[in-house]
């Protein structure tokens, strides 16, 4: 008896050494990122230059996509090797995501080139490295702890990049502190509710808990169970700025740099998604033991997605400021993702052997991509007309943009387009995706008639959205300017906004690339 129990802490060792060694591969690009994060950190105590941060940068970002490259198809094959206890998962969304990561990584970067001061440059990539870690990490994530770690180093850098670039500015010192304090909270209730989940199942491991959960909804635990979905929501309805906790986004966009609200427009949001499709990916399970807990769950969600849409878009007509409109447009594009949110617990009523036209999560994911692409787009142009001598703030600081900076404008109507949903761009693809979703929900499920309801109260929201968009388009043509922009010269940032232009038409018209990746990562 004694030799079992001196072996048995012997056989512990082994395992997680074994662990260890497994999942060590599949982070070799996040532990890149974050080598060039502390080189950028101990540049800027030695000697700050933007040219030479920036380059670091990109050297960082390249070697992390090659290295990812190299690794997805070794670790497809090692995935079956590693055990479903591991916090660290190499599955097909970590690939996907990592991969999306990178990508807005180099496009930041090139936003960013010109827009950063000499002095806090090193320390503006090396935040933006860290931020872009998380974001890949969040998506790996198999732990609660991990998971929260991950988001954490999303935000953490977060309020060093909003606070560094103007900490004379009065304005946003404000949003920095308001971001700042908001996050805090929500981080908090978002560690309150895991501390539920982790009560209600006894567990940290995300397999394991969407395994365990459907037992506790179908017994006396349904009503803690929802409590700790709500907290859930609560807390990462913060990072994707969904109503009611979006208040902190009006402030700061209007009063952080532009390349960092370009960053925080996508970055936490597509983590936020991401957390929240890991929670709740036990839909199935849930149905069968609760239809109860599952019917409450999808009526909490369509509210979510209803009310989101419409404050956003209605909020965002009375707006003149452009990264005000845009704060508000970004509250709006979360409702639209959340209808796929709100369509995924509907897939557990298909019948058995049936299969979905369009899942919530494939079209939410297609959606994201689109959305940073036109986001990134938008946010660029408005950096690049922008100056201290003639600064672009308002809508009508646009006025004859088309008579002096035709490129421009051509670029900026495309992404207002394709934000609308106008065909032939890749927001309207992404937009039909979640529309035909909804209307394809199985006949069985519970709220059947909601979901075409929710499609219709989507479609009115984007005719409301167009004649905000469209109002930034007369402006561009239909007006004379009389102080005409006068943009900095800056190559890196029109590389930027011509890869998103190019982007957002080619998944406009050739989206099945894109798509077929995206349902790829959700899995069957």
């Not at 008896?1 to 802490?9: C, D, G, K, R």
């Not at 232009?501 to 998944?507: Q, R």
């Given at each position: 008896?004694?030799?079992?129990?001196?072996?048995?802490?012997?056989?512990i060792?082994?395992?997680?050494d074994q662990?260890?060694?497994?999942?060590?591969?599949?982070?070799?690009?996040?532990l890149?990122?974050?080598?060039?994060?502390?080189?950028?950190?101990?540049?800027?105590?030695?000697k700050?230059?933007?040219v030479v941060?920036?380059?670091?940068?990109?050297l960082?970002?390249?070697?992390?996509l090659n290295?990812?490259?190299?690794?997805?198809d070794?670790?497809?094959?090692a995935?079956?090797?590693?055990?479903?206890?591991?916090?660290?998962?190499?599955?097909?969304?970590?690939?996907?995501?990592?991969?999306?990561?990178l990508?807005?990584?180099?496009?930041?970067?090139?936003?960013?080139?010109n827009?950063?001061s000499?002095?806090?440059?090193?320390?503006?990539y090396?935040c933006?490295?860290c931020?872009i870690?998380?974001?890949?990490?969040?998506?790996?994530?198999?732990?609660l702890?991990f998971?929260?770690?991950a988001?954490?180093?999303?935000?953490i850098?977060?309020?060093v990049?909003?606070y560094?670039?103007?900490?004379?500015?009065?304005?946003?010192?404000?949003?920095?502190i308001?971001?700042?304090l908001?996050s805090i909270l929500?981080?908090?209730?978002?560690l309150?509710?895991?501390?539920?989940?982790?009560?209600?199942?006894?567990?940290?491991?995300?397999?394991a808990?969407?395994?365990?959960?459907?037992?506790?909804v179908?017994?006396?635990?349904?009503?803690?169970?929802l409590?700790?979905?709500v907290l859930c929501?609560?807390?990462?309805g913060?990072?994707?700025?969904?109503?009611?906790?979006?208040?902190?986004?009006?402030d700061?966009?209007?009063?952080?740099?532009?390349?960092v609200?370009?960053?925080?427009?996508?970055v936490?949001?597509?983590?936020?998604?991401?957390?929240?499709t890991?929670?709740?990916?036990?839909?199935?399970?849930?149905?069968?033991?609760?239809?109860v807990?599952?019917q409450r769950?999808?009526?909490?969600?369509?509210?979510?997605s209803a009310?989101?849409?419409?404050?956003?878009n209605?909020?965002?007509?009375?707006?003149t400021?452009?990264?005000?409109?845009?704060?508000?447009?970004?509250v709006?594009?979360t409702g639209?993702?959340?209808?796929?949110?709100?369509v995924?617990?509907?897939q557990?009523?298909?019948?058995?052997g049936?299969t979905?036209?369009?899942?919530g999560?494939?079209?939410?994911?297609?959606y994201?991509?689109?959305?940073?692409?036109?986001?990134?787009?938008a946010?660029?142009?408005?950096?690049?007309?922008?100056?201290?001598?003639r600064?672009?703030?308002t809508?009508?600081?646009?006025s004859?943009?088309?008579?002096?900076?035709?490129w421009?404008?051509a670029?900026?109507t495309?992404?207002?387009f394709?934000?609308?949903?106008?065909?032939?761009?890749a927001?309207f693809?992404?937009?039909?995706?979640l529309?035909?979703?909804?209307m394809?929900?199985p006949a069985?499920?519970?709220?059947?008639?909601?979901?075409?309801?929710?499609a219709?109260?989507?479609?009115?929201n984007a005719?409301?959205?167009?004649?905000y968009?469209?109002?930034?388009?007369?402006v561009?043509?239909l007006?004379?300017?009389?102080n005409?922009?006068?943009?900095?010269?800056?190559?890196s940032?029109?590389?930027?906004?011509?890869?998103c232009?190019?982007?957002?038409?080619?998944?406009g018209?050739?989206?099945?690339?894109l798509?077929q990746?995206?349902?790829?990562?959700?899995?069957p």
């Open positions: 008896m004694l030799e079992l129990f001196a072996a048995t802490p012997t056989l060792d082994v395992k997680v662990t260890l060694r497994s999942v060590f591969p599949l982070i070799v690009p996040e890149i990122l974050l080598a060039t994060a502390c080189v950028l950190f101990l540049l800027s105590t030695v700050s230059n933007r941060a920036a380059t670091i940068s990109v960082g970002l390249l070697t992390a290295v990812h490259l190299f690794l997805i070794q670790s497809k094959h995935e079956a090797l590693i055990p479903t206890v591991a916090p660290i998962l190499g599955d097909s969304l970590a690939h996907f995501v990592r991969g999306v990561s990508v807005a990584g180099l496009l930041l970067v090139l936003m960013g080139w827009d950063t000499d002095r806090r440059a090193a320390d503006h090396a933006l490295l931020a870690t998380g974001l890949s990490l969040v998506a790996s994530a198999n732990d702890i998971l929260f770690l988001l954490e180093l999303i935000s850098p977060t309020y990049l909003l560094l670039p103007r900490y004379e500015d009065q304005v946003s010192q404000e949003a920095a308001k971001y700042f908001m929500s981080s908090a209730m978002l309150f509710g895991f501390s539920y989940l982790y009560g209600l199942t006894g567990t940290t491991n995300l397999k808990l969407v395994e365990i959960l459907p037992r506790m179908a017994g006396d635990q349904v009503n803690m169970a409590i700790a979905i929501l609560a807390g990462l913060f990072k994707i700025t969904a109503f009611p906790f979006h208040f902190y986004a009006p700061v966009y209007q009063g952080g740099p532009t390349g609200v370009a960053m925080l427009a996508f936490p949001k597509m983590a936020g998604f991401v957390a929240l890991k929670l709740f990916g036990s839909f199935a399970e849930m149905m069968e033991a609760s239809p807990f599952i769950l999808m009526l909490l969600l369509w509210i979510f009310v989101t849409m419409t404050m956003g209605v909020l965002a007509l009375l707006q400021n452009l990264k005000r409109m845009l704060a508000y447009s970004s709006a594009h639209y993702m959340l209808m796929g949110l709100a995924l617990p509907t557990a009523y298909r019948a058995e049936s979905a036209v369009i899942q999560n494939e079209a939410i994911y297609f994201l991509i689109c959305y940073g692409i036109m986001t990134i787009g946010f660029a142009s408005i950096a690049y007309l922008n100056s201290r001598e600064p672009v703030e809508i009508e600081d646009l004859g943009l088309h008579e002096t900076q035709p421009s404008a670029t900026l495309l992404f207002l394709s934000m609308i949903g106008l065909p032939l761009t927001g693809v992404a937009k039909f995706l529309f035909l979703g909804a394809s929900t069985a499920a519970p709220l059947k008639g909601m979901y075409p309801i929710l219709l109260v989507a479609a009115v005719a409301i959205a167009a004649f968009y469209l109002r930034i388009v007369g561009m043509y007006r004379s300017s009389f005409p922009v006068k943009p900095t010269p800056a190559g940032i029109q590389i930027c906004i011509t890869i232009a190019i982007l957002t038409l080619v998944f018209i050739f989206p099945s690339a798509f990746q995206a349902k790829v990562a959700v899995g």
